[in-house]
């Protein structure tokens, strides 16, 4: 099969907005719980609001012309919460002024989706993509809708562009940039993940991700076979899901172990990686990028709120 050509960038630079998705995991835990366990619709599940926080990323890619593009990757949960992020890192501004082209809605997750109306507050007309594997609820919430039993509602209507993602489809946004969609089913009833990929030239071609439910192993594989330039991964950004709630299990191991593989240059992971699962990257002498721990992360020994990643 002929490998997509989605050309090359110059450069990639990533801040961390918030990659905190929940304040207390053994509070959210209880409540998924409560709520009727993992296969429960996250919609229907009563969470606690002030538990909430959110991931969220904002991208900035420099062509080989010298312009740069911004997108913001998911949109965190609590409104409040990250209306003080974006005010921190100046992303308020950035969405009026409509410096941010895009909007990339990962999953439909409630930490990485349920924020949307802090977006659009300030753009209510940016353009966003997500995977075609939206349920009916996470199409509703985008054209405004309210889920009381969620604790959860969306207030402003989404007016711009809205990019279905199918599964495997590779869609390059501009030269050095790709969007892919992977489908597959995820906890608390939701299917499917986009993330991206950069092809830095003289580098090697750079995975962005969210939560990486398809799995580090399955992202890069993905890349080698299908995009051209591939060949050679440079590095990694984002959740890597291999710990989420703390704990790293033999098969989380398993995973690390096998990234080894791709000789990765630069790790800039946070989120559901977990912190045990860096700690193993970092003994296996990984090239981890640190942080600073930060306006509320957990640790300094990964990307944290508020710390930025040049590629």
């Avoid at 349920?135 to 989404?158: D, M, Q, Y």
């Avoid at 990964?302 to 990643?309: A, H, L, R």
């Amino acid at each position: 099969m002929e490998k997509k050509e989605i050309g090359q960038c110059r450069s990639l630079k990533i801040k961390c907005v918030s990659e905190i998705g929940w304040l207390d995991p053994e509070k959210l835990l209880n409540q998924m719980q409560k709520g009727g366990g993992l296969e429960k619709n996250q919609w229907t599940i009563p969470w606690s609001y002030e538990n909430a926080a959110g991931f969220c990323s904002l991208i900035d890619m420099e062509t080989l012309e010298g312009e740069h593009h911004k997108f913001l990757l998911d949109t965190g949960w609590n409104n409040q919460y990250m209306d003080k992020c974006f005010k921190r890192e100046g992303i308020d501004r950035m969405l009026k002024d409509k410096e941010i082209d895009s909007l990339i809605i990962s999953h439909e997750h409630l930490d990485h989706f349920w924020g949307l109306e802090t977006v659009l507050k300030y753009n209510p007309d940016i353009k966003i993509i997500i995977p075609n594997t939206f349920f009916p609820e996470g199409k509703a919430f985008l054209k405004g809708a309210e889920f009381a039993a969620a604790n959860v509602r969306n207030r402003i209507s989404h007016e711009g562009e809205l990019i279905k993602i199918k599964p495997k489809e590779i869609k390059k946004i501009y030269d050095g940039c790709a969007v892919a969609a992977f489908d597959l089913p995820i906890i608390i009833r939701v299917r499917g993940e986009v993330s991206l990929y950069f092809n830095i030239k003289d580098k090697g071609v750079i995975c962005v991700t969210g939560c990486c439910h398809q799995g580090i192993i399955s992202f890069a594989e993905f890349a080698k076979k299908n995009i051209a330039g591939a060949e050679n991964l440079y590095g990694v950004y984002g959740g890597l899901h291999i710990a989420p709630f703390g704990t790293l299990t033999p098969e989380g191991e398993k995973v690390i172990k096998e990234m080894a593989r791709y000789n990765f240059k630069k790790i800039a992971c946070n989120h559901c990686t977990g912190i045990e699962a860096v700690r193993k990257m970092i003994e296996l002498g990984y090239p981890i990028v640190k942080g600073t721990g930060r306006y509320g992360s957990a640790s300094d020994l990964y990307i944290g709120n508020g710390d930025e990643v040049i590629f």
